[in-house]
């Protein structure tokens, strides 16, 4: 089992920016996709990023492409993800997971990111 907690969320103004962090413990990743989700009120929760944790290919939501950067630190364990560029509809908890075999299996608590506008 793999365990991930976030940290990073905040309030900030429209076209500020955070990074958001996630420290990664438990077996070893070295097969995985690692990811951000976000979950608005009232909404489903969405795809924002994911990037493989050897090979480093990201993907994007559209609505995040060219705002948003995934990374991961091998050595530390620990994934990013840089938001800049932001708006108030980017306001969510955001979630990091893990994916194994094709399925998204492990979550982490959530981080609430809030953009005033």
């Known amino acids: 089992q793999v365990q991930l907690v976030e940290s990073g969320g905040g309030l900030v103004q429209t076209g500020g920016s955070l990074r958001l962090s996630c420290v990664v413990s438990g077996r070893s990743l070295s097969n995985n996709v690692m990811g951000w989700f976000r979950q608005a009120p009232g909404k489903a929760r969405e795809f924002v990023a994911d990037?493989?944790?050897?090979?480093?290919?990201?993907n994007y939501a559209v609505s995040t492409k060219g705002r948003f950067t995934i990374s991961r630190d091998n050595p530390k364990s620990t994934l990013y993800l840089q938001m800049n560029s932001l708006k108030p509809e980017d306001t969510a908890v955001y979630y990091c997971a893990a994916q194994r075999a094709g399925i998204w299996s492990s979550w982490g608590q959530g981080t609430q990111v809030t953009v005033s506008s």
């Open positions: 990037i493989s944790w050897i090979g480093g290919v990201a």
